[in-house]
């Protein structure tokens, strides 16, 4: 089962960028849809978006289009979340997960999770 890990969580300005990692250790990506997600405050942990593992296709939900961009390096075993224009309702804990269901309709945890990394947006 592979373990994941995320990282790049911290305190940003509204209109700030940060870069969100998930790293990969006991197993390789390869194959697996990834997804991130978040969880605000009082709220219910929700997908934002996936990237593909069957054709790399990528999805946005919620307000981040535009925004947020899902990539990944294989030769790293790392899945990136790059979130520019930061707005402090994006104030969560992010989270990855491995071995999603990935699609047009949608992004749902299924597979292995990672503990999150919090991010904190100021107004």
């Known amino acids: 089962e592979v373990q994941l890990v995320e990282s790049g969580g911290g305190l940003v300005q509204a209109g700030g960028s940060l870069r969100l990692s998930c790293a990969a250790s006991g197993s390789t990506f390869d194959g697996y849809s990834i997804g991130w997600f978040r969880q605000a405050p009082g709220k219910e942990r929700g997908g934002i978006s996936c990237l593909s593992g069957s054709d790399g296709s990528t999805y946005y939900f919620e307000d981040v289009a535009g925004r947020f961009t899902i990539s990944s390096d294989d030769a790293k075993n790392t899945v990136y979340l790059q979130m520019n224009s930061l707005k402090p309702e994006d104030t969560a804990v992010y989270y990855c997960?491995?071995?999603?269901?990935?699609?047009?309709?949608?992004?749902?945890?299924?597979?292995?999770w990672g503990k999150g990394t919090l991010v904190i947006v100021s107004s």
């Open positions: 997960a491995a071995d999603v269901l990935c699609g047009s309709s949608g992004v749902y945890g299924m597979g292995s």
